[in-house]
């Protein structure tokens, strides 16, 4: 089974500081996605990626940027956290037409 | 765009009771759609999807039909469980070019009681 793996579940982080999350997929998939989820809103996505190196935004990208350097690691960057990026962040990779495979989530909390 | 619409919930079930989430969707071309399903916790795992029209997804007794002429994809299950109980996503992905992104529906929660 594919399988993509966040580096936390939960993570605390106070406002202004830079933020790191991690993204790992082992089936060589193209694609590489970030979402956030909030309730009542859904999932809405951030930014995505077609190929290594490669980038493009999504719904809502300010606040936040991203890095593919290797095909199967994409990690979302928060340049200054802020407490209304208090969210669940999901990341999902995918073949073209195929479905996502998402990880677990993140939980990230800004105070 | 491609947008997604489906029923608000929550939704209330007792167990053994027959389940509909309305799904509709709009999109050029021919999109795939999928149904997500988000157990407490944790993050979404396709349940099943149809990739043309007329196609009928089906897994863990939960079944969907590409309805094109209605733009619809609703989620049935004939008998649902308490474990049953979570959120879920109606999704599409659009047909060619870079339309390989899913665009969700908002979610259904569905509580099933024993």
């Known amino acids: ?39 009542g809103l859904g999932l809405r996505l951030i ?63 800004v105070v | 765009g491609n947008s997604v619409t489906q029923m608000e919930g929550p939704v209330t079930l ?3 009771a027959f389940l509909t989430i309305n799904c509709t969707y709009t999109a050029t071309g ?19 999807k149809a990739t043309k029209a007329d196609d009928k997804g089906s897994n863990k007794g939960f079944e969907a039909t590409y309805r094109k002429e209605t733009t619809s994809f609703h989620l049935e299950k004939g008998s649902v469980q308490v474990s049953d109980s979570a959120v879920y996503f109606c999704a599409l992905s659009g047909s060619g070019g870079s339309n390989y992104k899913l665009t969700f529906g908002k979610g259904t929660l569905l509580t099933v009681n024993p």
């Open chain 2, 14 to 16: 007792s167990e053994e």
């Open chain 2, 30 to 48: 021919y999109p795939s759609l999928f149904w997500y399903v988000q157990y407490p916790g944790e993050g979404l795992q396709l349940l099943l």
């Open chain 1, 47 to 109: 930014y995505f990626s077609y190929d290594v190196k490669m980038k493009e935004k999504g719904d809502i990208p300010e606040g936040y940027s991203v890095s593919r350097e290797k095909k199967e690691r994409f990690s979302l960057i928060l340049e200054s956290a802020s407490t209304n990026q208090t969210s669940m962040y999901l990341c999902a990779s995918s073949w073209v037409g195929y479905g996502y495979t998402f990880g677990s989530g993140t939980r990230l909390t």
């Open chain 1, 1 to 39: 089974d594919v399988k993509v793996t966040q580096s936390s579940r939960y993570l605390v982080k106070r406002t202004g500081e830079k933020v790191f999350l991690e993204c790992v997929q082992d089936m060589d998939h193209e694609n590489m996605f970030w979402y956030r989820q909030d309730p």
